[in-house]
């Protein structure tokens, strides 16, 4: 079955419904939700937010969503002013100008279960830089990708044709491979970006974190982070309708700062919440004064040449008391008896801890050996 096929049977099919049955391999629209996620998430902690959602994180002694461990010290309190926070954006800038060591964990519930895992670790110097993704849950294995003297490397499974589940070296060696590559490599600078003065900090007291002494900032005013964020993954407040009829609703929820005595970024974590609300139909009917309501089935017929119709069924799939052969949206349109209802099929937040180590410290970032020369990633 074509990936075409997939993705329209991905889109269509609705949540929870007990009377229809996907083909192996296939699963529902979730699947395409954890791909986009997975890409905003890796898109935000490396370059300026998350649209994700959290349980526990530990990164570099910095454990919860809460704030480091650590011994807690009575601060000032009050909000920090634009100055302040224009001076920890220009400094941490400085320090990272030429090289430094990001190292990141998220986290993701949806409907209370823990749905998304995982770990990158950013080095960069210079114009190189490294990226190694650890997709914990689901588990998707190891995947780097390294930029060396303008040169791109990838190191997992399907980078080549021969062997592709065998994870290996790559080398690819076809034009603007550099700059695919550099895409791929989130700067984690450019996270410096949410220390927006109009996000309204505070100073929320002190932690010290292996043996550093930082404070503690945290954003009364989320809402008014700057919107060019939403092109290095800050999710816009407010919603977007799918083309199946579901409805994503995404903000964030809260944004952390830990700075140390030189007004040096040592860790920013990122909160988001989102919700996502399914149609479902039902059609009314009167049998002798008695009124039934029971819900319909939006399902696929897929012809022997692979076209896929969308149809509404009343009644289950293998005993259809009637079917149109269109969607239930037009069902319902030319139906007044059949009515659509919004349910929350998903809640879901997320937290991304990001840590900056080794600050302005030079990286060792190499060509790797034996890597397998190909021409467009195989």
Not at 159 to 179: C, E, I, K, M, Y
Not at 244 to 254: P, Q
Not at 322 to 348: F, Y
Request: hydrophobic share 35%; glycine share 10%; charged share 20%.
């Amino acid at each position: 079955m074509s990936t075409d096929i997939e993705e329209l049977l991905r889109q269509g099919m609705e949540r929870a419904t007990e009377d229809i049955r996907l083909p192996t391999g296939l699963g529902a629209r979730a699947v395409r939700r954890h791909h986009q996620r997975r890409l905003t998430i890796r898109a935000a902690v490396a370059g300026g937010t998350a649209a994700a959602t959290g349980a526990g994180l530990a990164v570099s002694g910095l454990v919860g969503a809460g704030g480091p461990p650590g011994q807690q010290a009575t601060g000032r309190s009050g909000i920090v002013t634009a100055a302040m926070v224009r001076h920890v954006v220009s400094v941490s800038s400085a320090a990272l100008a030429k090289a430094g060591h990001v190292r990141i964990i998220y986290n993701s519930v949806a409907n209370g279960k823990k749905t998304e895992a995982g770990t990158a670790d950013i080095t960069f110097s210079g114009q190189n830089s490294n990226d190694v993704s650890d997709e914990i849950i689901p588990s998707n294995g190891k995947i780097v990708y390294r930029l060396v003297n303008g040169q791109a490397y990838y190191y997992g499974r399907g980078f080549t044709r021969r062997q592709p589940l065998r994870p290996r070296w790559v080398h690819d060696t076809s034009p603007g491979a550099a700059a695919s590559i550099s895409v791929k490599i989130p700067d984690p600078r450019k996270l410096l970006r949410a220390l927006e003065p109009g996000a309204r900090f505070v100073r929320a007291g002190y932690q010290v974190v292996d043996g550093v002494r930082l404070e503690h900032l945290r954003a009364t005013q989320v809402s008014r982070l700057p919107r060019g964020l939403t092109s290095i993954g800050v999710p816009a407040a407010g919603r977007t309708t799918s083309p199946d009829g579901s409805i994503e609703r995404v903000w964030l929820t809260a944004l952390d700062v830990w700075v140390d005595g030189h007004g040096v970024v040592r860790r920013i974590q990122i909160s988001s919440g989102e919700t996502n609300t399914a149609p479902v139909f039902t059609i009314t009917r009167d049998h002798n004064g008695q009124v039934t309501e029971q819900r319909l089935i939006r399902a696929f017929r897929i012809t022997r040449g692979k076209s896929v119709t969308e149809v509404c069924i009343e009644g289950t799939v293998n005993r259809p008391q009637q079917m149109w052969r269109e969607s239930c949206q037009k069902v319902e349109e030319s139906h007044s008896n059949v009515t659509e209802h919004r349910v929350v099929a998903e809640r879901s937040k997320t937290v991304v801890s990001v840590s900056f180590l080794d600050i302005g410290k030079p990286q060792a970032i190499t060509a790797p050996q034996h890597a397998v020369p190909v021409h467009g990633q195989g």
